[in-house]
C-alpha cells in the first residue's frame, strides 16, 4: 500500500496532518526524526511544523537519507526553514511573527488550481523565509510580505509556512490532496477498515516462521496488538499474562477473553513474588523499579520456555512521540513501566504492529477484530498498576481494600453513563487515616481520593467536574460497601501542574 511518511518535529498538528491524508485515501505513517525510514511504497514525505526555530540548539535535522531518495517532499512551517537552509537560502530569525489567520495571496501553481487567489490561512511562526534557495520558486505571498510557499523547479518539492492541515485555512485539504495524489502519485487505497490485514500481512512478512513472545495487560493496545499478530502467526505466538497481584478486578478476565478469540494466553500468577519484593517500600521510583525489574524476570523465564525470537509490543505513536521526547530532554518526571526495557535484556527483535496509529483508531482497528467493548474502551491503567495507587507501602491488605474501592467507582461511573465521557478514572488510597464517626463510635478509617480527568494522549490533563448526584452515590456506596474507609476525597488538579497519577 502506498504511503506517504510524516517526519514529526513535534508540532501539535501532526496528528491532523497524518489523519487528514488518511481521510483522503491514501495510507500515513507518522514517525520522529530519529527513527523514521522509508518503505519500498513511501510515495512523499511530509516534513511537519515544530516548536523550535532552526537557530535553536539541538534542533532536529532532516534524515540523511531524505535527499538522496528523491521522493517528493513538502516541508510544513519548520520543515520549510529546515529544506530552506539545507538548499542554500535564508531563514530570517524571529523578526515578523504571524499568529492565527494570515490571508495570503496564491500564485498559478498547479498546487493551488482551482482555487481563489487570496484565501485565509493559520500560522504560527516567529521565523521566516528571508532568500528563497537557487532553483526553487515563490508561489504564495502573506499579506505582511513574507514568503508564504515556495516550490522547487523540478516540482518535486514544496514548502508551506502556513498549516494546510488545521481547519481555518481555507482549502487546506485540495492542497494537501494535490501534493499526495498528483506530487506523489500514491494510490488512493487506504481504509481504516483495511488497515487490519494490512498490518496482519506486514507482520508475517516481517517474522515468517519465528516464535513471538508477548506481554498482555489489561489494556487495549496490548491486545489488539496480539490479535493482528496471532492472525499473522497463528500458534507461532505465546502470550502471557502476568498476575503481578496490582490488577484492577476488571482486568482479571483479560486472559479469558482473548483465549475465546483463539490465542494462547498463560496466565502467571506472580502475586506473591511482587508483593514480597515491595515490602516496607514507599519511595514511588523505587515501586516503578521493583515493578520492572520483577516484570522482566518472571518474563524472562516464561520467553525462555518458548524459544521466542520476537518480542510484541502494543507501542502506539503516543509512546513513540514520548519515548523520544524523554531522550531528548534529561529531566525525568516519572520512569514509565510498560515492558520498554525487555528487548535490550533480552536480545529479542521487536514487533510493534500498532506503532503509527492513534489511540482511537486503535480502538476502531480493534472493534473490527471482535475485541469485546469492555477491553475496548476501558480506561488506561499505568504498568506499575494499583501500586502508584496507593500511597506508601503497598499490603496485600491495602491492595485489597483499593481493588474494592476501584470496583464501586468503576461500577457507579459505568451505570450512570459517566464512565465514557471521561478518558481516565481511579481512585487513590492515601497514607493517612483520618476520623469518623459510624453509628454513635468513633471510627478512624482510611481516606481514598477519587481521580476523573479528560486528557489529550495523556499529555495534559483537566480533571473532570463530575456531576454532585454521581459523586454523592460513589461516596456513600464506597464507605457502604468497604467498611475500612472512613473518608473519600475528589482531586481537582489538572496536569500541569499535578500529573495523573498520584506517584
Ligand atoms: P502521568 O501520571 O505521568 O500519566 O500524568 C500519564 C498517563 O500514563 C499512565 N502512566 C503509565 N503507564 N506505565 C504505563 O504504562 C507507567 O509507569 C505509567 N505511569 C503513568 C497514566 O495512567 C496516564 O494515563
Redesign the pocket.
Known sequence: MDEILVIDYGSQYTRLLARKIREIGVYSRVDVPQKACPSDKTMGIILSGGPKSVYSSNTLDIPDWVLPSGIPILGICYGMHLLVQKFGGKVLRGRVFEYGMTTVKLSEDPIFSGLPRTVKTWMSHGDSVEKIPKNFSEIAKSKAGITAAIRSNDEKIYAFQFHPEVFHTEHGVEMIRYFVTHVCKAKKNWKIGNYADFAVEKVRESIGNSKVIGAISGGVDSAVAAIITMRAVGENLQCVFIDNGLLRKEDESVPEKLRELGMKVKRVDASELFLEKLKGVTDPEQK?KIIGETFIEVFEKEAKLFDAEYLLQGTIYSDVIESAAASATSSK??S???VGGLPEKMNLKLVEPLRELFKDEVREVGKLLGLSPDILNRH?????GLA?RIIGEVTKKRVDILKRVDDVYTQILRKSGEYSKIW?AFSVLLSVKSVGVKGDERSYGYVVALRAVNSIE?MT?AWYPMPHDVLRKISSSITDRVPEIGRVVYDVSD?PPA???WE
Open positions: 516503578r518526571i516519572k514509565h513501566h510498560n488506561p491503567f499505568p504498568g506499575p502508584v481516565q495523556g490533563a496536569k500529573t495523573i497519577e
